[in-house]
């Protein structure tokens, strides 16, 4: 089982999106304000449907936390949904009353086609259900939101730790950024990729991305891409070797696999490291410089692996790729079938974004957040952040003084 295990439940038009963050250590000042940004930037972005602008999603703290600062107890978070207040009738925990409102509300927003590319079809034959809209309701990225929040709370204790995550976009369809991040620290890439319409931090790739989202809504369609997290400073050996289901990699693959979407991703060089020599990938290793501060014993002048190195960080920055598909919900709909009459038809259309890939690098930032946050506190077992402050540092220096012992020692 995780140290650190989130749990996400609530519908996309139920009363609440809500999170369950077990295992979080106790002491940690809580900045909400840190948290809510991070929700504002998952609805913003360009190419967002005009869901966005009915929501405008904030925490409600319901346990965990008291005068500011985390408990131990879990971490119980909920973000009400504005829109559920259109959707009474439709998503009533309740048998619907028969009223003419009621029975007005229900025809509209009753779904009878698969839409191809959505959990729609497998899921309503999974669950046996005789209405897709309880597949959809679900599966719905609006769930995003809840591992945002939770991110958050992560994103703070690794803050408190001086881990600093990034995230931004590199790629909106074809449309790529030839930016390169290896020489700017995490928060000048999160400043410049939020002050971008799309987060990228290339002000004239941002106007490209912004041109196709357009050309793809005229056309009715939608656009995928690519985005990538990189985090700082983490202490050498998160994860381990030692066992597939504790390997670091494994466990950020199934974070960022896991958002909606996403079709592939990569750790550093990943796919393009794949087509080349071990010569030209792996990341030679060099004696510390005696003029230049390390606090890690052995210096790198590559970083092809991406911070990764069997299974475990070694103390290089992290870098991930996450791949995501064009959102499967097209005005122009593909060809579908009904249910439960499987007769042919257009795929089912109520609004929708045409590209989340803005929203999804905030999204992917927080399931690496977590997924930090989770190996931190299981190498260090922490239940405080006194403890777990403590540990890391008597963790840090040990490696660093391992270094200036050897230097010491050298003939
Ligand atoms: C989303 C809210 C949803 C969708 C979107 C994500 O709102 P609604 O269904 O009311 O328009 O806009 O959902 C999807 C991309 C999806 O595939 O289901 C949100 O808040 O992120």
Redesign the pocket.
Known sequence: MPALRLITGGE??GKAIMSILEGFPAGLTIDQLAVNAELAA??SGYG?????R??S?QIEIVGGVRHGITTGAPISLLIHNK?AANWTHVMSVDEPNGSDEAVAQMAAKNIERFRPG?ADYAGTLKYAQGDVRDV?ER????E??ARVAAGGFAMLLLRALGIEVASHVIAIADVISPASVSAMANGQITELARSSEVFCIDPETSERMKAAIKQALTAGDSLGGRVEVLADNLPVGLGSYSQWDRRLDGQLAQALMSI??MKAMEIGDGFAGSQRPGSQVHDAMFAVDNSRQSTLPVVRQTNHAGGVEGGMTNGERLIVRAYMKP???LKAGLPSVTFPQFEPCQAHY????VC?VP?ASVVAKAMVCLTLANSIIDKFAADSMRELSASVTDYRSYCQNLNQKDRADAP
């Open positions: 996309s038009h998952r609805q967002r449907s005009g869901r966005q009915i929501e999603d829109d959505h959809l599966s719905s990225a609006r995003t939101a909606q979407a959102i499967p919900t109520e609004r929708s974004d989340a929203a």
